[in-house]
């Protein structure tokens, strides 16, 4: 039943050629035989109340009631996204919030409801999705199950590895900066960042909320659409949600696709060999597929990291100022003064990576620094957002690596922030261009660890995106691929 | 040494809208604690901020009554500080792009019309309230009820020089945003309140000096008071030689002093910045005109009309435009043929006192417009003195009866007719011989005795006119 994708595998579902039992029964076995070692959930529902619910589904496909597009899929969310449920914590991978159980659902949470999703669990992430490793969770370490010695990448670490080893069938992550495509392709999965305004991002825990966008994580760009066509939708909650038609998914004829491969993402020394080779060796399939592909100079690469940290930073140091302990989370007193229970409860709550991304929005927000680095970074971002818009008048696609490496060993990045800071050179274009990116495994790596080769699409053209990469994995087998340890 | 004041004001106005401006939670006043509220103006993870238009409507309605430029692409910013009251630990505000900019207003002080410049109005969310326990508990409370209810905040230029003209500009944006339902303008809930900057500098001086501000009048004494204040402690330090503080300070009404709250150094920086959440508020110029047609009469425009119409003075058509009710009550009064300036001292004398006693609103007096009217006719036709139109007058409101009832069944109706007054004053001159003899002889200030026995002998019925005349006919023969 992993082999058959979402629509099928719902579609029998309905006419009971399976049960939601027999799937769910499938996943929690998995749960049980990985979730143990690898740590991709938070919190999970008990197996007997997802038993019970994929019972009901099947009850009223029984009784020929209409049953909705996700009926019985388990899905996973990551806990940044709030959910109502007495078992499901909305934690945000900090210890702030170790107690915090949401008063409502998140739009995207509500939408899947709808749909008769199942809801098993919450996944694990960087600390309020602040990190490329999900090492900094304040609770656990996410493992990759190619390799559980090393990331999963991150911050939806937990939602990647939920795919990976098959026990979620769809999974919601975020991506700020890369960071649902990252851990797509550190666990060779296929994840989507929409477009910024397909989906509500009301009850989304804000990270930066000017590029924060939900988005799917699946097996394959197929079921990611399947998803993503489930949670997105103008939402009168979010202001920043857009109103725009999402239109059917199209067919595509690869042979009349441009794709553009920025010069500057060629560049020997930007990127391991593999990485290179993995999306040279997709170009190639591309081209025999009959497919136009062309470089050009995106001058502006060196802007990315430096943009992209100030906005996101800065918006940070405001979204979080509400953890405070005074009406929810952990509160811890200092001494009687209103401002050493600030002090105590954040100092406490927060890990190193949080405060350190704190500290340095709120100096690029201080008095007299303002022009210099949030006014001029916001400057600089819609001078890229136009440039990315030129370039995809000409060019259907833009072709690039996710991340300049494979999954690397847990710890082995810790020390140096910097580095994995800009590691994120690929990723950042999209959500700094509010463009839809698109996370799809190519060929792995010398060492069998997984790669992913990003393609970016026109703004709101998330189901023309996906229907190229769709396309591209019917030519293909890379996603297909499943870690070893599902087979032993 | 003279020195001269120069002092601006920033008035916040609590909107009269129905929700909250980013969620759909009652504005209400007075429910239990929290009862407002929901996740969105909690604050809690994850919630997002989506604006009230209405908020947007009255913004752009003040900002074309007081002569702003309404700015089409105007922004939300963020104001970040932690204080319990504020949940998200910033205040969504408007910063470097403000709804209305530029605007004036013309007030009138001693005779004088005076312009004040207008900076800017923004719109913004209010935040909560801490209650601090007392005696045993030493508990301190947040009722977040208030936290979401919209604000204009309405900030002048410093050009107001006298602390009579602060209060002239305050009364007259109260007036403004009363006539125009963009707020109940209630001082006592602090509904409109001001903070005043003040500063002083030498006569001729260009610069100005260092400020202080002076946060949450709530009422147009406070503001008047402060500022005298706050001018003579301010000229007391540099006539001793020091210099000023520019600090935050607040008004004890009973000691009727200022003194400091935080000086500039405990200045927070706000590290205001465009909130991501909400995108420009983006509005056409065909609805700001649409807006600007549905604007009713203002104060200036209705002051101006009433001089012409009614034949007001200035200062008396002044008071009655200050209020809409008691302008539009004046009106209906005016409008049945009747002297307008003995409706005018009805209205404002007379009622207003009553309303002054009472703490009622006009329309709560339970006097009629038809019968204020018919009561000044009453009087204009004589049959009944001023005298006993105010014993009437005192009846109508405790009874809410028609004039015409209560001077029938008490039979208070003036005597006007000479032959009975004249058979009347016959007897009085007959049984007092003494004083007609001193009358004769010319003492004639006794008439005024006769006066008042004919007054006693009808229970002040009497048309006085009538019986001063009649008298003098039959003592002069």
Redesign the interface.
């Given at each position: 039943m992993f082999d058959l994708s979402l629509e099928e595998l719902v579609q029998q579902i309905k006419s009971r050629q399976i049960t939601a039992q027999s799937v769910m029964t499938a996943v929690y076995k998995n749960i049980e035989s990985y979730e143990e070692q690898l740590k991709a959930y938070c919190t999970i529902i008990e197996k007997r109340r997802a038993m019970e619910l994929a019972a009901v589904v099947d009850a009223k496909a029984k009784n020929g009631e209409v049953l909705g597009k996700l009926a019985g899929i388990p899905v996973s969310i990551k806990d940044?996204?709030?959910i109502q449920d007495p078992q499901l914590k909305?934690k945000?991978g900090s210890k702030i919030?170790e107690n915090?159980y949401?008063?409502?659902n998140?739009t995207v949470v509500e939408k899947l409801i709808q749909e008769d999703a199942i809801i098993i669990g919450k996944t694990n992430l960087d600390e309020y999705a602040m990190g490329s490793s999900t090492e900094n969770s304040a609770f656990q370490i996410t493992k990759n199950p190619w390799d559980p010695e090393r990331v999963p990448g991150g911050s939806s670490g937990g939602a990647a590895v939920s795919i990976a080893a098959q026990m979620a069938l769809l999974a919601l992550g975020s991506d700020t900066g890369g960071s649902i495509r990252q851990p797509a392709a550190f666990c060779g999965v296929t994840g989507i960042k929409p477009t910024y305004g397909v989906v509500s991002?009301?009850?989304?825990?804000?990270y930066?909320?000017?590029l924060d966008q939900i988005g799917c994580l699946a097996k394959s760009a197929e079921d990611c659409e399947y998803g993503l066509r489930v949670i997105q939708g103008y939402d009168?909650?979010?202001?920043?949600s857009a109103q725009v038609e999402y239109g059917d998914a199209p067919s595509i004829d690869l042979s009349e696709q441009k794709f553009c491969i920025p010069q500057e993402y060629m560049d020997a020394d930007a990127a391991d060999d593999d990485v290179i080779s993995s999306m040279m060796e997709l170009i190639e399939t591309l081209k025999q597929a009959g497919a136009t592909v062309e470089e050009r100079s995106f001058p502006f690469t060196n802007l990315l990291i430096p943009t992209y940290y100030i906005l996101a930073f800065?918006?940070a140091?405001?979204n979080l100022?509400?953890?405070?302990g005074?009406?929810?989370g952990v509160r811890k007193e200092g001494d009687s003064t209103?401002e050493s229970l600030?002090k105590t409860s954040r100092s406490n709550g927060f890990g190193a990576e949080v405060k350190r991304r704190i500290m340095l929005g709120?100096f690029v927000?201080?008095?007299g620094y303002?022009d210099q680095y949030?006014g001029k970074a916001?400057k600089v971002r819609t001078f890229i957002e136009q440039e990315v818009e030129k370039i995809l008048a000409e060019f259907d696609c833009i072709i690039g690596p996710v991340s300049p490496f494979p999954a690397f060993k847990l710890g082995e990045k810790t020390e140096d922030p910097l580095s994995m800071y800009l590691a994120d050179v690929y990723s950042v274009l999209a959500n700094l261009a509010r463009i839809p990116a698109i996370s799809l495994p190519t060929k792995p790596s010398a060492s069998q660890l997984p790669i992913g080769t990003q393609l970016m699409g026109r703004k709101f053209q998330d189901s023309q995106l996906l229907a190229t990469a769709a396309a591209i994995q019917k030519i293909t087998s890379d996603h297909q691929q499943t870690p070893n340890m599902l087979h032993k | 040494m003279e020195f001269e004041p120069v002092i601006g004001l920033e008035i916040h106005a609590q909107m009269a809208t129905q929700s909250k401006i980013f969620c759909n939670c009652s504005t209400e006043f007075g429910k239990p604690p929290n009862a407002n509220t929901c996740?969105v103006c909690?604050?809690?993870?994850?919630?997002?901020?989506?604006?009230n238009k209405q908020v947007l409507e009255f913004a752009v309605r003040l900002g074309l009554a007081t002569n702003c430029t309404i700015r089409l692409d105007s922004q939300f910013a963020?104001k970040?500080y932690?204080y319990?009251d504020l949940?998200?630990?910033?205040q969504i505000s408007q910063f470097d792009r403000p709804i209305c900019e530029n605007g004036w207003l013309n007030v009138d002080v001693n005779g004088q019309t005076k312009k004040i410049g207008i900076t800017r109005i923004h719109m913004e969310e209010d935040a909560g309230k801490l209650i601090h326990g007392d005696g045993d508990d030493d508990c301190s409370y947040?009722d977040l009820n208030r936290a979401g209810v919209p604000l204009l905040e309405i900030v002048s230029e410093p050009d107001i020089r006298t602390p009579e003209e602060a209060k002239a500009y305050m009364e007259k944006i109260h007036s403004i945003v009363c006539y125009l339902g963009v707020s109940d303008g209630d001082m006592e809930k602090g509904n409109l309140r001001c903070d005043a900057n003040v500063s002083l500098r030498l006569a001729g001086q260009e610069e100005f000096g260092t400020r202080t501000e002076t946060k949450n009048l709530n009422s147009f004494r406070f503001i008047q008071q402060a500022i005298v204040y706050e001018i003579a402690r301010q000229k007391e330090e540099l006539l001793d030689g020091h210099e000023i503080v520019q600090e935050t300070r607040l008004w004890d009404s009973d000691k009727k002093i200022t003194y400091s709250m935080r000086s500039k150094e405990e200045a927070h920086?706000y590290?205001?910045?465009?909130d991501?959440?909400?995108?420009v508020a983006h509005i056409t110029q065909g609805w700001v005109d649409s807006i600007a047609e549905t604007l009713p009469e203002l104060p200036d425009a209705k002051r101006q009309r009433f001089i012409n119409q009614y034949g007001l003075r200035l200062e008396d058509a002044s008071v009655l435009v200050a209020e809409q009710s008691i302008a539009d009550y004046y009106e209906d009064v005016a409008a049945h043929q009747v002297n307008p300036k003995t409706v005018y001292n009805w209205v404002i004398m007379e009622m207003g006192r009553v309303m002054n006693e009472t703490r009622k609103r006009i329309g709560e007096l339970g006097i009629s417009t038809n019968h204020l009217a018919e009561l000044i006719g009453l009087i204009e036709d004589n049959s009944i003195s001023g005298k006993i139109a105010k014993a009437v007058f005192e009846e109508m409101l405790k009874n809410n009866q028609s004039p015409h009832v209560i001077v029938e069944a008490k039979g208070l109706k003036q005597i006007s007719d000479e032959g009975a007054l004249g058979q009347q004053i016959d007897e009085i001159l007959e049984s007092n011989p003494a004083q007609v003899e001193q009358y004769r002889a010319g003492k004639t200030k006794v008439i005024g005795f006769f006066v008042g026995q004919i007054m006693k002998a009808t229970k002040g019925q009497a048309h006085p006119q009538i019986v001063n005349q009649l008298l003098k006919q039959k003592l002069d023969l």
């Open positions: 940044n996204i709030c909305t945000c919030l915090f949401a008063p409502y998140a991002r009301y009850g989304l825990v804000a930066g909320s000017s009168p909650h979010d202001s920043t800065a918006e140091s405001s100022g509400r953890f405070d005074i009406r929810y209103l600030y709120t927000l201080s008095a303002y949030y916001n | 996740p909690l604050g809690l993870p994850g919630v997002l901020p989506v604006l963020r970040n932690f319990p949940p998200k630990a910033y947040v920086d590290r205001y910045f465009p991501p959440d909400l995108p």
